[in-house]
């Protein structure tokens, strides 16, 4: 018997994938590379791919085997199914030699002296042309858990050969173009680490949803990993960031609980499988599957094998690895690692999209991928089914199958009631460049009976299915071709949510970030009710209060956690570009609707003038909430790391309020220029721009709220439709109050810039004010690209160069019509 049928991983290199698929080359790069860097991978074997090759040529398999694909229709989903079927019985039936037999148990016994007469095994498929750099081949064929006695693992090595013609591998095998007998399977025989105890999931080196390359993202559930990579579970979900945790700075950047309904466990399975599943307790359900310093544990590891494959490729190679939780010595290992494929292969063309409609929304769940589409509903609630489905319809069922990839391909969208954004549902639905909501609760329930729906992930990490056809449009810029300003062009941002897909707008930062967004949504309770919940009147709302802030220390730390997280991943995402965050600025009437608002707010007549901005931040009735404002900017900047972040103060009506708000923030470690804090005001009352000397000698820049410095200027409440006519941001008042403050900065050596809605909407006053002098202007983000052209040529004609024709523009908008089907 020729030794190299048996390889172990100390001899196994990444060159090695002709011999053992790429699975086991990672395996064997990882465990020989990546060791005394402390990357923990546990031991186990090869059994190369002359191995399967012998194997059918003894049994004379080859001939029957290309006659069982000859002429096979693979948008035939019986056809293939039955053909599939067959090849797999060819090769399943074909006999081991008794040499190799042998020589696989030898193996097997030495890796039970190594760990134990009680380990079981991993028992995994490894093609040759698997977890390559453009294409993953992600769950194509099979794995076996918890395999142990010499009968089982013989039948695992002959069930894994077989499943080299499973029929989604077969079916990608033709869509990638791939031979499917220049392919060969190597199987893999590793320890089992026992995560059916601890905890098991996958993680990225990138975002998986916008490509954006400064975050690990992690995910993971209790017991064996298949519940997260098979989508069967909504995982838990974390995210750090690279840049900051490279410089020393151990912290989370975000954390999102799963429901984990199930865990898989070792035991006997309905369908002869050496594992089962098992509902989780209302204690995993309600806590995370792993502690923060084991998510950055493995962060680390995640950090080491990107640099380690990076330096392998000579360019940057975003990995996609799976992790493992041994729950008997809490031990943490990678048992998986392969180039990611999907959005990590993007160009530098930049794409939007932007709903242009509104609808009702359905449901809503993960977001896969940033696009939208829609099309007829077409559910699908058995395999069996599976030929009725037409091209362009959307795909709705509980979870979806690999096997089902030769229907998602012609699917315009998918919706699964099941899976988290790192299942393989939805890393097939990437790279098929599908939009996918994952996790939708009652989706089907809900969606039968829909004659059509729109599917939209361009609106944050929820994806959202409405009701109806809800126009789009798509925005295409080649953001390498797009030449920068000497104008600073910023971002409006409040959403965290879009802050990864945003970061590729080709802009100098963030001029805006608004914290009441994050408040509302992310946090959803009054800060005086955290801080105070004795004062909370109303029993029913401290009941949802206390389900709100569960599995935290208090009230005052969930609100510092979700503000950090949702200022953090803001900063994080445009790092080290500077990230300008507004202090709070709800008025009266908009705080009273936070849960245990109307406790602490009184009812005013005139909100848009009243309890409002830096007013409200050294008053006894908000003193406590801005404290805990306070201290999540603090967490952002030291204990994150994200010293990008600028702080900005709204409304502050006279400069003695500024001096107040000033010591204050000192007080709770916010001190201007400690650390490099800068800290802006917005000037947006007539009285900043009036006195806007006096004001300057207290902050470090200025930001032009045109909306509020509109509304006072012309005496109209923005908020009354009797009057809305009258509000006009060109007026030439208005205009003269935007040429004296923007003067006015320069005069005192302070930054200035706009976060108005003016410039968005009037490129006429984004000219005016780049004609003054002003130092950025903050746009909302579909604007950036059109008020970019147009300060460029601006600046040119100043300066007497050649002026930018439409010609030259590097954007466009492609309405999107998706396909549509033929029949019914």
Same mark, same amino acid.
């Given at each position: 018997?020729? *030794?190299?049928?048996?390889?172990?991983?100390?001899?196994?290199?990444?060159?090695?994938?002709?011999?053992?698929?790429?699975?086991?080359?990672?395996?064997?790069?990882?465990?020989?590379?990546?060791?005394?860097?402390?990357?923990?991978?546990?031991?186990?074997?090869?059994?190369?791919?002359?191995?399967?090759?012998?194997?059918?040529?003894?049994?004379?398999?080859?001939?029957?085997?290309?006659?069982?694909?000859?002429?096979?229709?693979?948008?035939?989903?019986?056809?293939?199914?039955?053909?599939?079927?067959?090849?797999?019985?060819?090769?399943?039936?074909?006999?081991?030699?008794?040499?190799?037999?042998?020589?696989?148990?030898?193996?097997?016994?030495?890796?039970?002296?190594?760990?134990?007469?009680?380990?079981?095994?991993?028992?995994?498929?490894?093609?040759?042309?698997?977890?390559?750099?453009?294409?993953?081949?992600?769950?194509?064929?099979?794995?076996?858990?918890?395999?142990?006695?010499?009968?089982?693992?013989?039948?695992?090595?002959?069930?894994?050969?077989?499943?080299?013609?499973?029929?989604?591998?077969?079916?990608?095998?033709?869509?990638?173009?791939?031979?499917?007998?220049?392919?060969?399977?190597?199987?893999?025989?590793?320890?089992?680490?026992?995560?059916?105890?601890?905890?098991?999931?996958?993680?990225?080196?990138?975002?998986?949803?916008?490509?954006?390359?400064?975050?690990?993202?992690?995910?993971?559930?209790?017991?064996?990993?298949?519940?997260?990579?098979?989508?069967?579970?909504?995982?838990?979900?974390?995210?750090?960031?690279?840049?900051?945790?490279?410089?020393?700075?151990?912290?989370?950047?975000?954390?999102?609980?799963?429901?984990?309904?199930?865990?898989?466990?070792?035991?006997?399975?309905?369908?002869?499988?050496?594992?089962?599943?098992? *509902?989780?307790?209302?204690?995993?359900?309600?806590?995370?599957?792993?502690?923060?310093?084991?998510?950055?544990?493995?962060?680390?590891?995640?950090?080491?094998?990107?640099?380690?494959?990076?330096?392998?490729?000579?360019?940057?190679?975003?990995?996609?690895?799976?992790?493992?939780?041994?729950?008997?010595?809490?031990?943490?290992?990678?048992?998986?690692?392969?180039?990611?494929?999907?959005?990590?292969?993007?160009?530098?063309?930049?794409?939007?999209?932007?709903?242009?409609?509104?609808?009702?929304?359905?449901?809503?769940?993960?977001?896969?991928?940033?696009?939208?589409?829609?099309?007829?509903?077409?559910?699908?609630?058995?395999?069996?089914?599976?030929?009725?489905?037409?091209?362009?319809?959307?795909?709705?069922?509980?979870?979806?199958?690999?096997?089902?990839?030769?229907?998602?391909?012609?699917?315009?969208?998918?919706?699964?009631?099941?899976?988290?954004?790192?299942?393989?549902?939805?890393?097939?639905?990437?790279?098929?460049?599908?939009?996918?909501?994952?996790?939708?609760?009652?989706?089907?329930?809900?969606?039968?009976?829909?004659?059509?729906?729109?599917?939209?992930?361009?609106?944050?990490?929820?994806?959202?299915?409405?009701?109806?056809?809800?126009?789009?449009?798509?925005?295409?810029?080649?953001?390498?071709?797009?030449?920068?300003?000497?104008?600073?062009?910023?971002?409006?941002?409040?959403? *965290?949510?879009?802050?990864?897909?945003?970061?590729?707008?080709?802009?100098?930062?963030?001029?805006?970030?608004?914290?009441?967004?994050?408040?509302?949504?992310?946090?959803?309770?009054?800060?005086?009710?955290?801080?105070? *919940?004795?004062?909370?009147?109303?029993?029913?709302?401290?009941?949802?209060?206390?389900?709100?802030?569960?599995?935290?220390?208090?009230?005052?730390?969930?609100?510092?956690?979700?503000?950090?997280?949702?200022?953090?991943?803001?900063?994080?995402?445009?790092?080290?570009?500077?990230?300008?965050?507004?202090?709070?600025?709800?008025?009266?009437?908009?705080?009273?609707?936070?849960?245990?608002?109307?406790?602490?707010?009184?009812?005013?007549?005139?909100?848009?003038?009243?309890?409002?901005?830096?007013?409200?931040?050294?008053?006894?009735?908000?003193?406590?909430?801005?404290?805990?404002?306070?201290?999540?900017?603090?967490?952002?900047?030291?204990?994150?790391?994200?010293?990008?972040?600028?702080?900005?103060?709204?409304?502050?009506?006279?400069?003695?309020?500024?001096?107040?708000?000033?010591?204050?923030?000192?007080?709770?470690?916010?001190?201007?220029?400690?650390?490099?804090?800068?800290?802006?005001?917005?000037?947006?009352?007539?009285?900043?721009?009036?006195?806007?000397?006096?004001?300057?000698?207290?902050?470090?820049?200025?930001?032009?709220?045109?909306?509020?410095?509109?509304?006072?200027?012309?005496?109209?409440?923005?908020?009354?439709?009797?009057?809305?006519?009258?509000?006009?941001?060109?007026?030439?008042?208005?205009?003269?109050?935007?040429?004296?403050?923007?003067?006015?900065?320069?005069?005192?050596?302070?930054?200035?810039?706009?976060?108005?809605?003016?410039?968005?909407?009037?490129?006429?006053?984004?000219?005016?004010?780049?004609?003054?002098?002003?130092?950025?202007?903050?746009?909302?983000?579909?604007?950036?690209?059109?008020?970019?052209?147009?300060?460029?040529?601006?600046?040119?004609?100043?300066?007497?160069?050649?002026?930018?024709?439409?010609?030259?523009?590097?954007?466009?908008?492609?309405?999107?019509?998706?396909?549509?089907?033929?029949?019914?």
């Amino acid at each position: 018997m020729n *030794p190299s049928h048996i390889l172990w991983f100390q001899d196994i290199s990444h060159t090695d994938v002709p011999l053992v698929g790429g699975k086991t080359a990672s395996l064997g790069e990882m465990y020989q590379a990546l060791s005394a860097q402390g990357v923990l991978v546990p031991n186990g074997f090869a059994v190369t791919a002359d191995a399967y090759r012998l194997v059918l040529d003894e049994a004379d398999a080859w001939g029957p085997l290309k006659a069982a694909l000859q002429g096979l229709d693979p948008d035939s989903p019986d056809d293939l199914a039955k053909r599939a079927r067959k090849a797999r019985e060819i090769v399943h039936n074909a006999a081991v030699p008794a040499a190799m037999r042998q020589e696989i148990l030898d193996a097997y016994h030495q890796l039970l002296d190594e760990y134990g007469p009680e380990t079981t095994l991993a028992v995994r498929s490894s093609a040759t042309a698997e977890d390559l750099p453009t294409a993953s081949f992600a769950g194509q064929q099979e794995t076996f858990l918890n395999v142990s006695g010499e009968e089982a693992v013989i039948e695992a090595f002959r069930r894994c050969m077989a499943s080299l013609f499973t029929d989604r591998a077969i079916h990608y095998r033709i869509t990638n173009g791939f031979d499917h007998f220049s392919v060969a399977l190597s199987v893999c025989m590793m320890k089992m680490v026992r995560a059916d105890l601890a905890s098991s999931g996958v993680m990225f080196t990138l975002d998986t949803e916008s490509g954006f390359r400064d975050a690990v993202f992690l995910t993971g559930a209790f017991g064996l990993g298949e519940n997260v990579v098979q989508g069967t579970v909504q995982p838990d979900e974390f995210y750090v960031h690279k840049p900051t945790f490279r410089k020393g700075f151990r912290t989370v950047l975000k954390r999102t609980l799963g429901t984990k309904a199930l865990k898989m466990i070792y035991g006997q399975g309905r369908d002869g499988s050496r594992t089962r599943n098992l *509902p989780t307790t209302d204690a995993e359900r309600s806590s995370f599957c792993l502690t923060d310093e084991e998510v950055l544990t493995l962060t680390g590891y995640a950090i080491a094998i990107e640099e380690h494959y990076s330096a392998l490729a000579t360019d940057p190679r975003p990995m996609d690895i799976e992790w493992a939780k041994d729950g008997l010595d809490g031990s943490l290992y990678i048992v998986q690692a392969r180039p990611e494929t999907a959005v990590s292969q993007r160009g530098t063309e930049l794409v939007q999209y932007v709903l242009k409609g509104e609808g009702e929304m359905l449901v809503k769940g993960n977001a896969v991928g940033t696009g939208i589409a829609h099309g007829p509903v077409r559910v699908i609630q058995d395999p069996s089914e599976l030929g009725t489905f037409v091209t362009g319809e959307v795909l709705v069922a509980e979870t979806t199958n690999p096997d089902w990839e030769p229907v998602m391909k012609r699917a315009s969208a998918i919706v699964t009631e099941r899976g988290g954004r790192t299942c393989h549902a939805a890393i097939l639905a990437r790279e098929l460049n599908i939009p996918a909501v994952v996790g939708a609760t009652d989706a089907v329930a809900i969606l039968t009976g829909r004659p059509d729906i729109t599917v939209s992930c361009a609106e944050g990490a929820d994806g959202r299915v409405y009701d109806g056809e809800v126009p789009f449009k798509v925005l295409r810029t080649n953001v390498g071709e797009l030449a920068r300003p000497s104008t600073k062009i910023m971002l409006n941002l409040a959403n *965290p949510g879009l802050a990864f897909q945003s970061s590729f707008i080709p802009c100098d930062g963030v001029g805006l970030a608004r914290t009441e967004f994050i408040i509302s949504q992310s946090v959803g309770v009054h800060p005086m009710a955290l801080a105070h *919940p004795e004062r909370v009147t109303d029993a029913a709302i401290q009941a949802k209060i206390r389900e709100r802030i569960s599995g935290h220390a208090s009230g005052t730390d969930y609100f510092v956690e979700r503000l950090s997280e949702g200022v953090g991943q803001i900063a994080a995402a445009f790092y080290p570009r500077p990230v300008i965050v507004r202090m709070s600025d709800f008025k009266t009437n908009e705080y009273a609707q936070l849960l245990g608002g109307a406790d602490f707010e009184p009812v005013e007549a005139n909100p848009m003038i009243g309890f409002r901005g830096a007013s409200r931040y050294a008053h006894p009735a908000y003193a406590d909430g801005f404290e805990l404002e306070c201290l999540a900017m603090r967490r952002v900047r030291e204990e994150m790391g994200l010293t990008n972040v600028k702080l900005m103060i709204p409304f502050c009506r006279r400069v003695d309020e500024a001096e107040k708000v000033l010591a204050l923030m000192a007080r709770h470690g916010l001190g201007r220029g400690v650390n490099g804090l800068e800290i802006y005001v917005m000037c947006e009352i007539p009285n900043n721009v009036v006195q806007i000397d006096a004001f300057a000698p207290h902050f470090d820049g200025f930001s032009i709220g045109s909306n509020d410095l509109t509304q006072l200027t012309l005496g109209v409440d923005r908020d009354s439709e009797m009057v809305a006519f009258e509000f006009d941001e060109r007026d030439p008042g208005v205009m003269e109050m935007l040429r004296l403050a923007v003067e006015g900065a320069r005069r005192n050596d302070r930054h200035s810039g706009i976060c108005g809605q003016a410039p968005s909407d009037y490129p006429e006053v984004a000219e005016f004010l780049v004609k003054h002098g002003i130092d950025s202007i903050s746009l909302t983000p579909d604007a950036v690209i059109a008020t970019t052209l147009s300060v460029l040529s601006l600046e040119a004609k100043l300066k007497g160069e050649e002026v930018l024709t439409p010609a030259s523009r590097a954007t466009s908008i492609v309405p999107i019509v998706p396909p549509r089907p033929v029949t019914r």
